[in-house]
C-alpha cells in the first residue's frame, strides 16, 4: 500500500455533528494524497459535464445525481475543506431553499427513496458548510415521509390511507410490515428495502445532529423490520429487495446499495448511542461485504452489474456501498471498534476495486461504469459510480 500523505490529519468531522464535542470530533490517520488527488481529478472531470442551471451533470440526474452530490460532500467533508462550497455546495443550498429548484432537481418528488438521497446529500453539505436550511429541508422531508409512508403492526390487515394517500390493496393480517417504509406515494407501491434503510439512514443522521429522540423510534422501527424481513442473518446481507405489501410476496435481490445504507445508518446509531447492538450488527455487515459476498473473481472485486453498458439505475448501487464502508471506517474505526484484522480487510477490499477501475475503465480522468473492460469510453456517469472508492481509498489506504 501507497504510504499515506498528509491532506488533514486532525479534527476530522463526522457524519455526527459539525459542533465542537468531543465525542464528535474524530482524529483517524492521515489522509492519503495519492488517493485524494485522484479523487479530485475525477471530480475537475465532472465539472465539464455540468449544468448548473438543472442541478445535474449532462447524463446523470435524479437520485443518482444526489449520490454524486453526497460523493462530493464527502470530499469536503474527511479532507476539511470546503474546495466544493461555491460550487456544488452551493447548488445544494439553492435546492434546499428554491420549491422551483426542486422541481428542476427532482428532488421532491413521490419516491420516498429519491427523497432520501436528497436528504443525505444536504445533510453533509451542512455539516461542511453550516447552512442550517438544508438541514431544516433534510428535517422537512423525512418527517414528512415518516408520517405519510412508514407503517407499523397496527396497519396489518387494514387498507392504509395516510396523508392523503390510498393505499390500493390492504395488508394481509399476518404480514410483518412492522416499519417498513412504502417505494412511493402510488396506490400500488409495494414496501422496499432501499426507502426503509435510507428511511433509517436520515434518521440516524438527524438524531445525532440535533439530538431530538423523536428521530430515534421511527428510525429503530425501520432497522427491526429490515433485520426480521429483509436481511440474511448469517451474513448480514440484505437478501430481499422489496415486499408486495398485498399478498406479502417477498422479491429477492441483494443490491450493494441496500447493505450499504443499513450499514451507514448501524454506524450513525452506534456513534450516537454506543449501544452495543448497532455495532455487533454492521462489523457482521462489513465483514461479509468486504470478502467476497458482492463478488470474488477476480478475488474481492464486485461483480454486479459487471455487464453494465448502458446509462440507468444499476450504475449507482455499487458507489453508495463503498461510501458507507468508509464511513464505518473512519468513524467507528476512530474509537478503537473496528480490528486490525478488519480493518485489513477493508483495505484489500477497497485496494482491489480500486485496481480493477484503473485497469479496465479508466480512459484518462474519466471512467467507464464497466469495470470488466467492456466500454471503450468514459463518461460523467460511469465517473461518477466510482467516486465513493476513491473517496474511501483516500482514507483507508
Known amino acids: 500500500m501507497t504510504a499515506a500523505a498528509t491532506l488533514s490529519s486532525t479534527d476530522i468531522k463526522t457524519s455526527r455533528s459539525i459542533t465542537d464535542s468531543n465525542t464528535n470530533i474524530l482524529t483517524p490517520r ?15 472531470a465532472l465539472d465539464g459535464f455540468y449544468m448548473k442551471d438543472s442541478f445535474r451533470w449532462k447524463n446523470i440526474g435524479g437520485w443518482i445525481a444526489a449520490n454524486v452530490y453526497n460523493d462530493i460532500m464527502d470530499f469536503d467533508l474527511w479532507s476539511k475543506t470546503k474546495k466544493y462550497e461555491s460550487t456544488y455546495g452551493a447548488s445544494l443550498l439553492t435546492i434546499a431553499t428554491s420549491t422551483a429548484a426542486q422541481k428542476t432537481a427532482d428532488s421532491t418528488n413521490d419516491f420516498n427513496d429519491d427523497q432520501l438521497w436528497w436528504c443525505l446529500a444536504m445533510i453533509r453539505a451542512y455539516q461542511n458548510y453550516g447552512h442550517k436550511e438544508l438541514l431544516d429541508q433534510s428535517i422537512k422531508q423525512w418527517r414528512a415521509i415518516s408520517a405519510n409512508a412508514q407503517i407499523f403492526k397496527s396497519d396489518q390487515g387494514t387498507k392504509v390511507s395516510k396523508g392523503g394517500i390510498d393505499r390500493d390493496t390492504a395488508i394481509p393480517a399476518d404480514c410483518d410490515i412492522d416499519g417498513a417504509v412504502y417505494w412511493a406515494s402510488a396506490g400500488d407501491s409495494g414496501l422496499n428495502a432501499i426507502s426503509t434503510s435510507l428511511f433509517a439512514q436520515v434518521g440516524a443522521w438527524l438524531l445525532a445532529i440535533t439530538g431530538d429522540a423523536s428521530f430515534r423510534g421511527p428510525t429503530d422501527s425501520a432497522i427491526n423490520w429490515l433485520q426480521r424481513m429483509m436481511l440474511d442473518k448469517k451474513t448480514g446481507i440484505m437478501n430481499i429487495d422489496a415486499l408486495t405489501a398485498g399478498g406479502c410476496t417477498k422479491h429477492l435481490g441483494s443490491l450493494t446499495y441496500n447493505t450499504g445504507t443499513y450499514i451507514g445508518a448501524l454506524t450513525s446509531l452506534y456513534m450516537t448511542t454506543g449501544d452495543a447492538k448497532y455495532l455487533d ?25 459487471a455487464d453494465l453498458t448502458a446509462n440507468g439505475d444499476g450504475v449507482q448501487w455499487r458507489d453508495v456501498l463503498f461510501r458507507n464502508l468508509a464511513d464505518f471506517y473512519t468513524t467507528i474505526g476512530s474509537r478503537g471498534k473496528v480490528s486490525d484484522d478488519l480493518k485489513g480487510k477493508i483495505a484489500a477490499f477497497f485496494k482491489a476495486n480500486y485496481d480493477q477501475i484503473q485497469s479496465k475503465a479508466r480512459f484518462g480522468d474519466l471512467y467507464s461504469a464497466n469495470w470488466y473492460g467492456k466500454l471503450n469510453a468514459g463518461s460523467d456517469w460511469g465517473t461518477g459510480s466510482v467516486l465513493a472508492n476513491f473517496i474511501g481509498s483516500m482514507l483507508v489506504l
Request: negative net charge; proline residues 2%; glycine residues 4%.
Open 30 to 44: 492521515a489522509i492519503n494524497a495519492n488517493y485524494a488527488s485522484v479523487a479530485t481529478s475525477a471530480i475537475t
Open 281 to 305: 450488527a454492521a462489523t457482521l455487515s462489513v465483514t461479509s461485504s468486504v470478502t467476497g459476498s458482492f463478488g470474488n473473481n477476480p478475488a474481492l472485486v464486485i461483480d454486479q452489474q
